[in-house]
């Protein structure tokens, strides 16, 4: 349900006129803050250079910045359907990861989970276009969308990994403070550029948009690496964690925003269900 919040927020943001580095950034610091309150203390720890997980981390901080400016490049370009669709069919490879190297659980059920997850996504969130546009799309924009969906795969898989390997836990919360607050600090110095350079305008609603992003964020990694420490297979999570956010999304959107369902987005939704029980079956 944090992750649906977040997707929600995401999809305000262009109808508020949202500045989304800024908002991104100011996110990060709130992330930072909650998880301050969540500890009791200030999360990251003074020697966090020499823990174990300290490269991880930072190459995760820098893949989540990285990851925003690319998704945003890609929204401009493709647009935004296209570029959910990608960032979740990212499941493919963590799931197959956890399968035939971490030797977790495929049974007949659960493969067919997975497999209807994937087309639900693809049902839910492909929009409707002329006949060979997301062909034409897919072509022009081949590079930017591998690097989309690679660069959410890379996440997905390291978080697995800090788990699997007992590199961190999913109370950890300095590690997941961390990668926020490396991310926010290099996102802060691409913001002042920005703003220095006069390419965007500092606006306060960008601050207050980043704050109500920011709580939502820190939880939905938080119980995500939780859940992975809570002996979820990932070849479990991964699935249902990416199609129940774009079926969940799908239906608030139809609910609160009026958006209209075609048949094929009907179809991706009751498949959605039928893979997510199939999956925990």
């Known amino acids: 349900m944090v992750n649906v919040i977040v997707a929600i927020i995401f999809k305000l943001f262009p109808k508020y006129g949202i500045d989304n580095l800024q908002a991104i950034v100011f996110n990060y610091i709130t992330c930072l803050i909650v998880g301050s309150f969540q500890l009791g203390e200030f999360p990251i ?24 400016n690319l998704n945003a490049l890609s929204t401009q370009k493709i647009g935004i ?3 959910a669709l990608i960032q979740k069919l990212s499941l493919i490879v963590p799931t197959s990861v956890a399968i035939l190297f971490f030797d977790e659980s495929l049974t007949q059920w659960k493969l ?20 060979g546009h997301a062909e034409s799309v897919f072509k022009k ?4 969308i591998i690097g989309v969906f690679l660069v959410a795969a ?7 990994y800090l788990n699997v390997k007992g590199i961190s836990t999913g109370s950890d919360i300095a590690v997941v403070s961390s990668i926020f607050g490396i991310a926010g600090f290099v996102g802060l110095l691409i913001m002042i550029g920005q703003i220095a350079m006069k390419r965007s305008t500092f606006k306060f609603k960008n601050v207050v948009a980043g704050i109500v992003l920011g709580i939502p964020n820190f939880y939905s990694i938080y119980f995500l690496l939780y859940l992975l420490a809570d002996d979820w297979e990932a070849s479990v999570l991964f699935p249902m964690n990416n199609v129940g956010i774009i079926a969940f999304s799908a239906l608030i959107a139809l609910i609160f925003f009026k958006e209209k369902m075609n048949l094929f987005k009907w179809i991706g939704l009751v498949l959605a269900i039928i893979s997510i029980i199939l999956i925990s079956s």
Not at 154 to 160: A, G, K, Q, R, Y
């Open 45 to 68: 720890p003074e020697d966090f250079i020499s823990r174990p997980w300290f490269p991880y981390v930072c190459f995760l901080g820098l893949l989540f910045i990285f990851g925003f």
């Open 154 to 160: 890379t996440i997905e898989v390291l978080l697995f």
């Open 81 to 83: 359907s296209y570029t």
């Open 141 to 144: 924009y081949t590079l930017l």
């Open 112 to 131: 067919a989970g997975i497999i209807g997850a994937i087309i639900a996504i693809i049902l839910i969130q492909l929009p409707s276009t002329k006949p």
